[in-house]
């Protein structure tokens, strides 16, 4: 059983794994996974807010994704939001786990920290996929310091 890993893009943009060429500005490295396997989710940005550097990177982690751990970047300051889970899950030593992370952000600590238009970059966390295959959706809020993208919007399949 494998997953389809995507990110959830304004209506121009399609499903990751649609056959239709698309042109994202954040995505993810790997698209599918195995089911109940660890999963690495680099999400990649490639520029800013029409010509203003990136200066904060959220993401809501999708429902199903279990013990999730963000990897810290220098020069940017790291949070975590946690909540009560819809579907609490036993951590494989018999304890049930009913909080978990629903959102991480990144934030440039300083001017000189944030993510020029002109590069590209990554911002990474890792969890564990349900047993449960199909698709699963990550929602990226990219803020700029002129502007900002929120690419929350499921496309229409």
């Known amino acids: ?12 943009c399609a499903l990751l794994t649609s056959a ?6 954040v ?3 790997e698209r599918t996974a195995t089911a109940l396997s660890l999963y690495k989710a680099a999400l990649l940005v490639g520029h800013g807010c029409d010509g203003s550097a990136t200066n ?3 993401v809501t982690i999708p429902a199903g994704l ?15 939001k946690k909540d009560k889970l819809a579907t609490p899950y036993d951590n494989g ?10 959102e991480i952000a990144w934030v440039a600590a300083s001017k000189d920290k944030v993510l020029p238009d002109a590069h590209y970059d990554e911002f990474v966390l890792r969890g564990r996929l349900p047993k449960e295959a199909g ?3 990550f929602k990226v809020f990219q803020g700029c310091e002129k502007g900002s993208t929120d690419w ?4 229409a399949s």
């Open 1 to 12: 059983m494998s997953f389809s890993i995507a990110i959830k893009f304004v209506a121009a």
């Open 93 to 102: 030593h018999g304890v049930m786990v009913t909080e978990g992370v629903t």
């Open 56 to 58: 904060q990177i959220r």
């Open 66 to 80: 279990q013990r999730v751990k963000p990897m810290p970047k220098p020069g940017w300051n790291l949070s975590i």
């Open 135 to 137: 698709p699963m959706w």
């Open 27 to 29: 995505v993810l490295q």
């Open 20 to 25: 239709m060429p698309v042109f994202p500005h």
């Open 152 to 155: 929350a919007e499921i496309h």
